[in-house]
């Protein structure tokens, strides 16, 4: 993964590599934190300042995850993955506080459709798509 400035597209630096294709990117709302998540499973959290994983965490269902926000606090990341489901995660401890089963659409990870989650800006809301019934 590569870091670049913006717009000048400069390159800056590589943050970390992955063995399978990463599917989603987020800035915690400070600029000092880059969750990444892919084909994997999993999601890193990197600290920009050194490009270390500080931490990596695993919902351990078995679909990768399409999409990432950090509420704007920065306390929680919202998590979507391919089979619908979100995860809340409480950044400090590294765990899931809170899981929405199959809520949003299953989707092939290898579509350009993606479960996109999106926080209102004051953190009273998270949005999800919807299954169409």
């Keep these: 993964m590569k870091i670049y400035s913006y717009p000048a597209a ?4 590589n943050i970390t ?3 399978l294709p990463i599917r989603a990117l987020a800035f915690n709302p400070s600029g000092t934190v880059l969750a990444a ?9 990197i600290n920009v300042s050194d490009n270390k994983v500080t931490s990596s965490l695993k919902a351990n269902d078995g679909f990768p995850v399409l999409s990432l926000a ?8 919202a998590s979507a993955g391919a ?5 809340v995660w409480s950044i400090s401890g590294g765990t899931i506080v809170e899981t929405f089963k199959r809520i949003a659409p299953k989707v ?3 579509n350009l459709l993606r479960n996109c989650v999106c926080w209102r800006p004051d953190g009273s809301f998270l949005a999800i798509p919807g299954i169409v019934s």
């Design 83 to 87: 089979d619908g489901t979100v995860h």
């Design 17 to 19: 590599r992955f063995t």
């Design 108 to 110: 092939d990870e290898s």
């Design 70 to 77: 950090f509420d704007p606090q920065g306390e929680y990341l």
């Design 10 to 13: 400069k390159f800056e630096t």
């Design 37 to 45: 998540a892919g084909q994997d499973e999993g999601i890193r959290l």
